[in-house]
């Protein structure tokens, strides 16, 4: 069974800090990773992809991967109580014979950012 | 994503009866998910497809079905709804190996 595992939350951060959300996968073969913030009764919305090791940089917002550790991780720089919702981790396992492989998500992190 | 429908975007139904959502897309993706979301679950995947007529399950297959004649349509169809299958689904639409992009969601419930 392939697994996605994050922190479920809550996790507080003040205004202006650095949120760090943490995931962990399964399948050792994967190679296409994703962050998506969900708003409450919206549907999830693509954040960041990262494909290779290192780090992925956009804006506010820092997509970090290690694939001998299975790793990757989101940072949200200066965060605003806007950044306040649930962060979905997404793998897309290696692509087998027939099926072509499917997208996997992790259960969430709900980021709570206090003014 | 502007490109993804999905109807109808609420529906209340019987148990027991026949229930098909419809996944919409004009972005010509070859990927195409159905997910169900519960709280406590997250988003868990029910049904894939990775071109016409080519489809997979899911890790929570058992009860749905799904079929895609065009390119752009994914249906979903619960055969005989239960109330365990009251939930919000979401349709997904992506690349082999590129991120995928969500429809609006349709909220489902089954009385």
């Known amino acids: 069974q392939k697994e996605v595992e994050q922190n479920s939350g809550p996790l507080s951060v003040p205004e202006g800090a650095i949120a760090s959300l943490n995931c962990t996968y399964s399948d050792r073969g994967s190679q296409s990773f994703f962050w998506y913030r969900q708003y409450s009764g919206k549907s999830p919305e693509l954040i960041m992809s990262i494909y290779s090791n290192g780090d992925k940089e956009d804006g506010r917002f820092t997509a970090q991967l290690n694939k001998a550790s299975q790793y990757v991780s989101l940072l949200i720089r200066d965060s605003q109580p806007s950044d306040s919702a649930t962060y979905l981790c997404?793998?897309?396992?290696?692509?087998?014979?027939?099926?072509?492989?499917?997208?996997?998500f992790g259960k969430g992190t709900k980021l709570s950012v206090k003014p | 994503d502007a490109g993804i429908t999905q109807s109808p975007r609420h529906k209340v139904t019987e148990t027991g009866t026949p229930v098909t959502l419809r996944c919409h897309q004009t972005e010509n993706h070859r990927y195409m998910y159905w997910y169900r979301q519960d709280p406590g679950h997250g988003l868990r995947l029910i049904h894939y497809s990775y071109g016409v007529k080519d489809t997979d399950k899911g890790e929570v297959s058992d009860g749905y079905s799904v079929s895609r004649s065009k390119t752009e349509d994914f249906l979903l169809t619960l055969e005989s709804a239960t109330s365990s299958q009251t939930s919000v689904y979401f349709c997904?639409?992506?690349?082999?190996?590129?991120?995928?992009?969500f429809g609006q969601g349709t909220r489902l419930t089954v009385v």
């Open positions: 997404a793998v897309k396992p290696p692509n087998y014979g027939g099926s072509q492989g499917n997208l996997i």
């Open positions: 997904a639409c992506g690349g082999i190996n590129t991120e995928a992009f």
